[in-house]
């Protein structure tokens, strides 16, 4: 089942998600910036937010060990694009690093190359888009 995080998600989220300070999801999970995939537990989640407040980024695509490679990301995706354009958004944005696989799933996805970011001693960012 695909659903938003409740309050009931934050001590797995919190657990998991070392990227976020816990103040912030907690203000992620109430303001329905969360999309997680529930099997009887937690089996993955997608966080977003607001790209120059108006453009949805997807900040987080993440599936626990054992539940990769089942298409459940893959749904967490879909279901995150078509709430965003039932909110009225055209344009969907997200990154990843070029030295990480998951380029290979959003461009199977329809997501398309649209910039790049280069921080020192990190691998180069790849900004992907996709329209919705």
Known sequence: MIRYATENDFD?????????????????????????????????????????????????????????????????VEYWESEMKRMGYEVVLTSTLSSERAQFFYRKHGYVDCGSLILPGEPLEIILRKSL
């Open 12 to 76: 797995t989220l919190v657990s998991l998600d070392h990227h976020i300070s816990p103040t912030e999801l907690k203000n992620a999970i109430e303001s329905q910036k969360i999309i997680v995939a529930d099997d009887g537990g937690l089996a993955g989640w997608l966080r977003y937010s607001l790209f120059w407040g108006n453009m949805p980024f997807m900040d987080m695509l993440y599936m626990l060990d054992g539940k990769r490679g089942q298409g459940i990301g893959g749904n967490l």
